[in-house]
Each structure stands twice: as structure tokens, then as C-alpha cells.
């Protein structure tokens, strides 16, 4: 099945500074890219998503990208604020057990801290 | 429109007992899908239903099982209860084919003591 890894786990930047989450996904068939932030005792909020047909797509201050080639995608966040502090989760649309795409699979999460 | 709703939003069981848990999709949303969310293992995919049919399922024991209902309302039962299935139970909708947007409900808190 699929496997997505997400890097780095922490994350602290200074305020003003840009961020940039990496994840890397193991199938070929998956999709669809997602990326959830989810802010203490919330449910996760979708921020932005990608589809494999296309190889970036921003946002204001939020960016994705993705490389099919090499199977990884990452989120950009520019010009930082404290409010952008949260738990940032990314998510690949792949097979599942049925055989078509609907199970999506999450990496394990990035805590960002943006110090004021 | 009114988002993925999930009741109860809280609860605690005690081991051994069996629970369900209820989600309300988006208006026009047909898939509904079930995670788990735990601090050591993150968001885990449990099941996802369309058309009241199980589509996908993850790799949870038999304990964990759902349905889903022609309103595309769905709900998922744990039986036999076990500490380790305490956590944040998350339900998600979306319209229909792969590769579209899917919106999460605010959770169930469950704690199994």
C-alpha cells in the first residue's frame, strides 16, 4: 500500500522567515496531494491540494509542489506569522484495498513554531 | 452549508464496552471516510464508504466496523473496547470520485478507561 514520509517532524522559524515541509510518497498510482493543517484540539483544515497533473499550484502565501518523477511534494510557506503555528499534515490519494483511490494516506506531521 | 458534522463529540467507556460513533456529511458529499488519530501513529485510515458500500478499508482489527446509510450518513462501531483505542476518531466527506476534496468533521474524542 501507499507509505508517505514527512520531514522534518519539528519545525521553528522566526517570524518573516519561509517554511518548507517535504514529503515523498512509494505509489505511482496516487493522485492526489492534500496538505491539512490542524491547530491544538481541532480537526485538520485543508490549506492547499495538488493533482497529479499539475506541478505546482500557490496560494498567497501557501505553495505546493510536486514531482511525480521522483515522487515527492512539498508545502512553502513564505513570510511567516505565529498564527501559521500548527501541526501541518500532508497526504497521498493512492489504492486502497478496493483497488481504486479513495484511501488517503498521511505522513506523521510537521509541528511548526513561528517565533515572533 | 453546513460542514461534517460528528456526535458525540465526547466520551469515555469503560474496556470491553462497545461504542458507535456518528458522522453527518457535507450536503451532496457520498463518501464517507473514517480515520483515527492517536499521538504515536498520526491519522490512520480505517474505512470509507460510498453508496452505503465499503470501498476501502485499513488495517484495523474486526473489532472496528461502520456503515453507511442511504442519507449517506454513516456510522462506525468499536467493540470490545481496549485502552489502546482511545484517541481522536475523524470523519471525513467528499462528493464522489477519486481526487476530490475531502472535509473533516470536528472528531469524537474517545477514552477508553
Known amino acids: 500500500g501507499e507509505n508517505v514520509e514527512q520531514h522534518p517532524s519539528t519545525l521553528s522559524v522566526q517570524e518573516g522567515d519561509s517554511a518548507v515541509i517535504k514529503c515523498t510518497y512509494s505509489?505511482?498510482?496516487?493522485?492526489?496531494f492534500p496538505w491539512y493543517k490542524q491547530e491544538l484540539g481541532k480537526r485538520p483544515q485543508l490549506i492547499i491540494d495538488?493533482?497529479?497533473?499539475?506541478g505546482e499550484k500557490k496560494d498567497q502565501r501557501i505553495a505546493v509542489t510536486l514531482n511525480k518523477t521522483a515522487k515527492h511534494f512539498s508545502l512553502h510557506i513564505t513570510e511567516t506569522q505565529p498564527e501559521d503555528s500548527a501541526v501541518y499534515f500532508c497526504?497521498?490519494?493512492?489504492?486502497?484495498?478496493?483497488?481504486?483511490?479513495?484511501?488517503?494516506?498521511f505522513g506523521k506531521g510537521t509541528l511548526l513554531t513561528v517565533n515572533p | 452549508k453546513a460542514g461534517v458534522t460528528q456526535t458525540p463529540r465526547y466520551l469515555i467507556k469503560t474496556r470491553g464496552q462497545q461504542v458507535t460513533l456518528s458522522c453527518s456529511p457535507i450536503?451532496?458529499?457520498?463518501?464517507v471516510s473514517w480515520y483515527q488519530q492517536t499521538p504515536g501513529q498520526g491519522l490512520q485510515f480505517l474505512f470509507e464508504?460510498?453508496?452505503?458500500?465499503?470501498?476501502n478499508k485499513g488495517n484495523f482489527p474486526g473489532r472496528f466496523s461502520g456503515r453507511q446509510f442511504s442519507n449517506s450518513r454513516s456510522e462506525m462501531n468499536v467493540s470490545t473496547l481496549e485502552l489502546g483505542d482511545s484517541a481522536l476518531y475523524l470523519c471525513?466527506?467528499?462528493?464522489?470520485?477519486?481526487?476530490?476534496?475531502?472535509?473533516f468533521g470536528e472528531g469524537s474524542w474517545l477514552t477508553v478507561v
Open positions: 471525513a466527506s467528499s462528493r464522489d470520485s477519486s481526487g476530490n476534496t475531502i472535509y
Open positions: 505509489d505511482s498510482a496516487s493522485n492526489y
Open positions: 495538488i493533482r497529479s497533473n499539475v
Open positions: 497526504a497521498a490519494m493512492g489504492r486502497g484495498s478496493g483497488g481504486s483511490n479513495y484511501k488517503l494516506t
Open positions: 450536503s451532496g458529499h457520498r463518501s
Open positions: 464508504y460510498f453508496s452505503e458500500t465499503q470501498r
